[in-house]
């Protein structure tokens, strides 16, 4: 089943790399015809997103491998650190947008051309939203945080749209009228504007990646070992535990000591086992993407 979901995660995002890569094309042409600089960051913004997503399919390719004699736990680790140089680039992307929109500016804007700009924007927010419900749905049926990460910057995609589109509208409005001024000074603001809106979404994915990478114990994991386990120590006589939790992309590390009483006596090897399937039942911990590390000691010192 795990085989399956990676082989499915791949081709989903193989067919995201497509599409994106042929709507920042027709972005970045659309942006250079029209004289549009907001334009055109949007086609980059989807032409990095592309790259970012190629990067995604290998990670899938080596997650769906399993372990190997150098990485033995795996490649998990590559998850978050492929979600946090993602978003490293789309924050340097934005914030050098921003800088280029005040340049245009402080020098007295720029001429650009709202009707074609119009057309694009409409048709490529209408497909963006679309992929962003497709993509989102995978994402959930998969648990996939690649897919995920790449459904999130198909909103984003689509929210530039919506902006964008409002914009050249109020831009072809203006055309004519006292305001006819303002014009030049609009595709630059709309770009600022943009770029500042956009900059806290990959901020808030590279505290998210960060927080895995350095294996910060996530609350909420951590409350559901301690209540299992507790619950365990209760009904199986057990004196103490301690538990040790880590999350690395999707995978999810649980380590686990019982301190067992005299009055515990003997036991067979398959009561432990049964101990152990009884927490990876109450977890939901299936491999490979979950690590169940149960250990037993009659000594405190081993907690």
């Not at 050249?168 to 030049?184: D, M, R, S, Y």
């Not at 301690?242 to 686990?256: C, E, H, L, P, Q």
Request: glycine residues 10%; proline residues 4%; charged residues 15%.
């Amino acid at each position: 089943m795990q085989i399956d979901d990676n082989r499915r995660e791949q081709r989903v995002l193989a067919w995201s790399i497509g599409i994106t890569t042929i709507l920042a094309a027709i972005g970045i042409a659309c942006g250079l015809f029209a004289n549009s600089s907001s334009i055109l960051f949007d086609g980059l913004y989807s032409l990095i997103d592309a790259a970012m997503t190629a990067l995604a399919l290998g990670v899938s390719v080596l997650l769906s491998r399993g372990s190997s004699r150098h990485f033995q736990f795996g490649f998990w680790h590559l998850e978050p650190m492929l979600v946090l140089l993602n978003s490293v680039v789309l924050a340097l992307s934005c914030g050098y947008a921003f800088l280029g929109a005040l340049n245009d500016l402080f020098r007295a804007g720029r001429g650009t051309d709202f009707g074609p700009g119009l057309l694009y924007v409409v048709g490529a927010g209408l497909a963006e939203f679309s992929l962003w419900l497709a993509m989102r749905r995978q994402a959930r049926r998969l648990g996939s945080d690649l897919i995920a990460l790449d459904a999130r910057a198909w909103l984003i995609s689509g929210l530039l749209s919506i902006g964008l589109g409002l914009s050249f509208g109020l831009g072809l409005a203006l055309h004519g009228t006292e305001w006819a001024g303002l014009i030049p000074y609009l595709d630059p603001a709309i770009l600022a504007v943009m770029a500042l809106l956009l900059l806290p979404v990959p901020l808030a994915a590279c505290w998210r990646a960060g927080k895995d990478i350095l294996e910060i114990a996530p609350s909420d994991l951590d409350e559901r070992v301690r209540a299992i386990a507790q619950g365990i120590a209760e009904r199986h006589g057990f004196h103490d535990f301690t538990s040790y939790v880590a999350k690395t992309g999707r995978a999810r590390f649980v380590d686990i000591t019982f301190l067992a009483g005299p009055e515990l006596g003997s036991r067979p090897l398959g009561y432990f086992d049964g101990i152990r399937g009884e927490i990876a039942a109450a977890l939901e911990a299936r491999p490979p993407s979950h690590w169940l590390n149960i250990e037993f000691t009659s000594e405190r010192r081993w907690l």
